[in-house]
C-alpha cells in the first residue's frame, strides 16, 4: 500500500527552506552533546534522511525507518555508510521490526504533526528505548507567537490557555483523507511523556525566525546567529512554531 509520501515531492519542499534546516540541526547538536551513551540511534519518520548526515557519525549503529518507499530509497541512494540500515515501516508496526528495550536514542523530527494519538505513539516508542535511552521529539506548537497574535485579533484571548490539540488541516486535506496536521500545546506533551515513563531533560523553541518577508531580506548566515542566540536565551518562553524536547526513559 503506498504511503502518503509517495505521492509527495518532499525533498522539493526543502528547496529554500536553509534557516529551517540549520534551525534543527543547531537543535540536535545542542541535544546531542547531552548524551554520553551513543550506541545506537533510530530515526522514526527519516524521510530521505535530511537529518541523518548530522548524527549518524556519532553512532555505533543507525536505522532509519519510513513508511513511504519513494522517501527511503532517495535516503538509500545518499547516505551508503555501513552503519546505517533502513527499514520500511509506520510506527504501528515497528515493534515487529525492532526488538525491544534495544535503542539508546530514538530521533522524531517532523512526524508528530501526523499523529492523532501521542499518547500510544509514546508508549511505542518507550517500548524501543533501553532504561535511560534517550527520545529527541520535535513538534508544531499550538502556542506559538504568531498564533498568538492571529487569534488575539480574531478575539480568542484564551487561546494560549487551550491545551488541547489544534488540527490545522485545510478542507480540502480533509475531504482527501490526507494526513491530519496537527498543532500541540507543549504543556499536554510535557505531560504526556510523563504519563508514558519519560522525564524532560531539556527543550528548545525552534525556528523562531520563521516570517517570509524577514527571511527574504536577511541572509540565512545571520538568521542562524540570532537563531542560536534566542534557542539559547529564549526558550523558556516555548513561542517559536516548532518544539523541541530531549526526553529520558525512566530506569
Known amino acids: 500500500m ?22 534543527e540541526v543547531l537543535a540536535l547538536n545542542h541535544f546531542l552533546k547531552q548524551i554520553k551513551k551513543k550506541g545506537t540511534m533510530v530515526e522514526l ?23 513511504s518507499i519513494k522517501l527511503l530509497t532517495i535516503a538509500q541512494h545518499n547516505l551508503t555508510d555501513k552503519r546505517i540500515s533502513f527499514i520500511k515501516s509506520t510506527l504501528q508496526t ?8 534495544t535503542a539508546d536514542v530514538v530521533l522524531m ?18 517500548t524501543l528505548l533501553v532504561p535511560k535511552g534517550y527520545l529527541i521529539l520535535e513538534f508544531a506548537n ?15 484571548l484564551t487561546f494560549a490557555l487551550d491545551i488541547f490539540p489544534k488540527d490545522i488541516s485545510s478542507a480540502k486535506s480533509k475531504r482527501n483523507h ?12 510535557e505531560e504526556m511523556l510523563k504519563e508514558n515513563g519519560f522525564k524532560i531533560v531539556d527543550q528548545v523553541s525552534v525556528s523562531n ?3 517570509p518577508v524577514v527571511k527574504r531580506y536577511v541572509p540565512v548566515s545571520i538568521l542562524i546567529k540570532l537563531e542560536g542566540f534566542i534557542q539559547k536565551h529564549f526558550s523558556n518562553h516555548r513561542c517559536g512554531p516548532s518544539i523541541f524536547i530531549l526526553a529520558q526513559k525512566k530506569g
Open 2 to 23: 503506498a504511503a502518503h509520501y509517495d505521492n509527495y515531492d518532499y525533498p522539493s519542499y526543502w528547496n529554500n527552506r536553509d534557516y529551517e534546516h540549520e534551525s
Open 45 to 67: 519518520g527519516s524521510g530521505f534522511g535530511r537529518l541523518a548526515p548530522i548524527y549518524f557519525d556519532r553512532f555505533k549503529k543507525v536505522v532509519l525507518t519510513e513508511p
Open 94 to 101: 515497528l515493534s515487529t521490526k525492532i526488538k525491544k528495550n
Open 109 to 126: 523530527v517532523r512526524v508528530a504533526h501526523h499523529i492523532t494519538d501521542m499518547n500510544k505513539a509514546l508508549k511505542s516508542i518507550n
Open 142 to 156: 499550538k502556542r506559538h507567537i504568531k498564533a498568538i497574535v492571529t487569534e488575539f485579533f480574531k478575539g480568542n
Open 178 to 189: 490526507s494526513l491530519p496536521f496537527i498543532n500541540y500545546h507543549p504543556d499536554i506533551i
Open 209 to 211: 525566525i520563521r516570517i
